[in-house]
């Protein structure tokens, strides 16, 4: 499996009435979007914005961010078994446009009142506190602000965001066609040494299988509850494994941080000069019993022995007793005689005195933290907000207080700003307390 | 909580899917509960059956009650569990 990826960086978006790319310039022909959009019965309203990095604008409503990216050559689409049919991905030449996103935010109220399936949104500050506090302050975006129209089902409106959010990300992609890319990445693991350590990634990945949507899927089918498989990084460049689109909230990675996996891509730089990099394990974590949990683990450890693994990366999305699937599985690892490393983030509380970590083992003793998910977080008053909600709701149960979206907000955690923890390493934090 | 009552002097038995978990934290008595979402029956069972299954775990936790413990010890209900 061998993938080009061609770059196209993006200085700057304009909302025109041509579409074009031209020198780092990204046009949009907005009528043309918006009715593109407007296709889906599903969708009362549309309109896009464009926000850059400094705007003193609040974007609201966030449900996922993507990459604009499309294939030019190789099987399959982009985003196979969603864009297209259940197509093998990852060879041939995909395009991608760096520098920009496009931002899915939509109004929609949902029909689960209790847990992790209940609908959720996001927000982005692009200047200030709240732009450093997430990786996408730093990208210009394009943004969809959409309205769905009422009495959806969960996963209808799940595929009425991600089918305009990804449809909109492949047809700017599809303007770079014919020019010549600034860059040429190579993304190709066939060739070994002997000489350097073989290391996997185990990915964990909390899924919730009673729910519309499990949150996390595979060439377009929700992961629910299944045993650990193998996934090639270039599937993962060309959006084999999506997310749910209608829960943006900072601890779960979204589009983009699987198009841009951070360990994966560093690992994938290093093929060869360092380590061989087997490729990645998807574990489905989040096993109701300790049993389950302890199965799953020896599963993925099975799996990276197999694949002849000598030092295993595990890390993990979602929150709670998934945490003790992970820790598990580095104990699985380690009895294995496969070296394992865990990236997570942290609690700690307010002040960073509560426990990190739920759960520990002995065997977990080399730990990369990406910082506290739990700081509090003051953002100041905005000029501008771009997206559906003027008023944001800090608790989601209907009826919850609502607060002005403008106004200055003070957040207990970093879950209400998208990209706002990091889950798998991708900011360049600095521990400045120990 | 499971600590703060027992050092107002109420011996305390927790019923828990994650009994790793509640180890970790030194609880005393540890009762090993069905599932995550259900600790102390299961649902999935004919009505009869699951009220064997609870009526069990009470029991062990009872039982867990009456015991004298240094430091978290664990008791298995005697039951057989499809999860």
């Known amino acids: 499996m061998r993938l080009e990826l061609a770059e196209y960086p993006v200085k700057e978006i304009r909302l025109a009435r041509i579409s074009r790319y031209q020198s780092g310039v990204l046009e949009i022909d907005r009528p043309a979007f918006e009715d593109m959009i407007l296709c889906d019965g599903r969708i009362a309203e549309a309109s896009l914005a464009v926000v850059h990095p400094g705007d003193n604008v609040r974007i609201t409503g966030i449900r996922d961010i993507v990459e604009p990216r499309v294939k030019v050559s190789g099987s399959g689409q982009v985003f196979p078994g969603i864009l297209g049919p259940v197509e093998a991905v990852g060879d041939g030449r995909t395009h991608r446009l760096s520098g920009m996103t496009v931002v899915a935010s939509a109004a929609y109220e949902g029909t689960v009142r209790a847990g992790l399936g209940v609908q959720r949104s996001a927000l982005l500050d692009m200047w200030g506190p709240g732009a450093e506090a997430s990786k996408f302050g730093a990208l210009a975006h394009l943004v969809l602000v959409m309205k769905l129209i009422p009495g959806l089902s969960e996963f209808d409106a799940h595929k009425a965001i991600q089918g305009a959010e990804y449809r909109v990300a492949r047809r700017i992609a599809e303007l770079t066609i014919g020019v010549e890319p600034s860059r040429l990445k190579m993304y190709d693991l066939s060739v070994r040494r002997p000489a350097l350590p073989n290391v996997i990634l185990v990915q964990g990945c909390l899924t919730d299988d009673h729910q519309a949507h499990s949150g996390v899927s595979y060439y377009g089918m929700p992961i629910r509850e299944s045993l650990s498989t193998f996934v090639h990084p270039n599937e993962l460049l060309d959006g084999a494994v999506a997310v749910i689109a209608t829960r943006g909230i900072g601890y779960f990675p979204i589009t983009w941080d699987w198009q841009n996996h951070p360990l994966m891509l560093r690992l994938c730089r290093d093929h060869g000069q360092r380590v061989n990099f087997l490729g990645i394990i998807l574990q489905r974590i989040r096993y109701e019993t300790f049993h389950g949990k302890e199965v799953i683990a020896h599963n993925a450890a099975q799996l990276a022995q197999t694949l002849g693994a000598q030092g295993a990366i595990v890390t993990w999305l979602g929150s709670g007793n998934a945490f003790v699937d992970v820790m598990l599985t580095l104990r699985a690892c380690e009895k294995r005689g496969i070296a394992a490393v865990l990236v997570t983030y942290e609690y700690g509380g307010k002040d960073g005195v509560d426990s990190p970590l739920l759960f520990y083992v002995p065997e977990a003793d080399a730990v990369v933290s990406t910082g506290s998910r739990d700081r509090w977080l003051t953002l100041p008053e905005a000029e501008r907000i771009v997206g559906p909600y003027e008023q944001l709701q800090i608790l989601s149960y209907p009826g919850a207080p609502v607060a002005d979206a403008r106004g200055q907000l003070i957040l207990d955690a970093r879950d209400m700003v998208i990209g706002g923890v990091d889950n798998w390493g991708q900011e360049s934090w600095i521990c400045n307390g120990y | ?83």
């Open chain 2, 1 to 83: 909580m499971s600590k703060e009552l027992e050092k107002a002097g109420l011996p305390v038995a927790i019923v828990s899917a994650m009994y790793p978990v509640v180890e970790q934290v030194r609880a005393n008595r540890i009762v090993k509960g069905v599932s995550i979402p259900h600790p102390c029956g299961d649902p999935s069972l004919p009505q009869d059956l699951d009220a064997r299954l609870r009526r069990e775990i009470v029991r062990t936790a009872l039982r867990a009650l009456e015991s004298d413990v240094q430091g978290p010890t664990l008791f298995s209900p005697d039951v057989a569990v499809n999860r």
